[in-house]
């Protein structure tokens, strides 16, 4: 029997209304059952300084201790001027410290970009690809996901309505689980 994988699914996101938070949950919701989604946003993680590395903030040892824990990690982020918000970048230097005990290393990684845009923030995931390899576990290579459009894709309450989305995340979720479990053996 397949076991179940806890992954954190971090969000890139701060805005209320984010669609890459909408995303998030809706990765949550189609992840198949071998896979569990903790969502989770960075709103309590306070700036990374170096001068505080020796006596960390509790937010950060909460943070870290979370990621060691999983199973996983989902990047899931938008793209602000061709690169990761801030907030993402402040929260992957939070995890990757102390120097050599990264809580990110080891844990199969996704990276899904998204965007209401044309380009569905693929400088943002390209950048990622760029930041991780030398903190991160192994990261998901095939399929690639920039999604595109996502403007129209939610209803009122935040549900998924654009079926080819739907479709796309699907995909894309079974894959990452197989990934994991791969990982996991
Ligand atoms: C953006 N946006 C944006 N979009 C894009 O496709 N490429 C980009 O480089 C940028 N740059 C950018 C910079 C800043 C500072 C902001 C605030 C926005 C638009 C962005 O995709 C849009 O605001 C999304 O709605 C942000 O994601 P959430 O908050 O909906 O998850």
């Given at each position: 029997m397949a076991h179940l994988h806890n992954v954190v699914a971090i969000v890139g996101s701060l805005r209320k209304e984010s669609f890459t938070l909408k995303i998030a949950k809706a990765l949550a919701k189609l992840a198949p059952d071998n896979l569990k989604l903790d969502v989770v946003t960075l709103h309590d993680i306070s700036f990374f300084n170096q001068d505080l590395e020796a006596t960390p903030p509790a937010d950060w040892v909460a943070f870290r201790e979370k990621l060691h824990k999983s199973n996983g990690v989902l990047f899931v982020t938008p793209e602000y001027n061709r690169s990761i918000?801030?907030?993402?970048?402040?929260?992957?230097?939070?995890?990757?410290?102390?120097?050599?005990?990264?809580?990110?290393?080891?844990?199969?990684?996704?990276?899904?970009?998204?965007?209401?845009?044309?380009?569905?923030?693929?400088?943002?995931?390209?950048?990622?690809?760029?930041?991780?390899?030398?903190?991160?576990?192994p990261i998901l290579g095939q399929p690639e996901i920039y999604l595109n459009g996502v403007g129209d894709a939610f209803d009122d309450k935040g549900e998924l309505i654009k079926e080819s989305l739907q479709a796309v995340l699907k995909q894309y979720i079974d894959a990452y689980a197989a990934f994991v479990e791969k990982f996991s053996k």
């Amino acid at each position: 029997m397949a076991h179940l994988h806890n992954v954190v699914a971090i969000v890139g996101s701060l805005r209320k209304e984010s669609f890459t938070l909408k995303i998030a949950k809706a990765l949550a919701k189609l992840a198949p059952d071998n896979l569990k989604l903790d969502v989770v946003t960075l709103h309590d993680i306070s700036f990374f300084n170096q001068d505080l590395e020796a006596t960390p903030p509790a937010d950060w040892v909460a943070f870290r201790e979370k990621l060691h824990k999983s199973n996983g990690v989902l990047f899931v982020t938008p793209e602000y001027n061709r690169s990761i918000p801030g907030v993402l970048k402040n929260a992957i230097d939070v995890g990757s410290r102390p120097y050599g005990k990264s809580s990110f290393l080891g844990k199969p990684t996704g990276i899904v970009s998204n965007s209401p845009g044309p380009l569905g923030g693929v400088s943002a995931a390209k950048h990622l690809q760029n930041i991780l390899p030398g903190i991160s576990g192994p990261i998901l290579g095939q399929p690639e996901i920039y999604l595109n459009g996502v403007g129209d894709a939610f209803d009122d309450k935040g549900e998924l309505i654009k079926e080819s989305l739907q479709a796309v995340l699907k995909q894309y979720i079974d894959a990452y689980a197989a990934f994991v479990e791969k990982f996991s053996k």
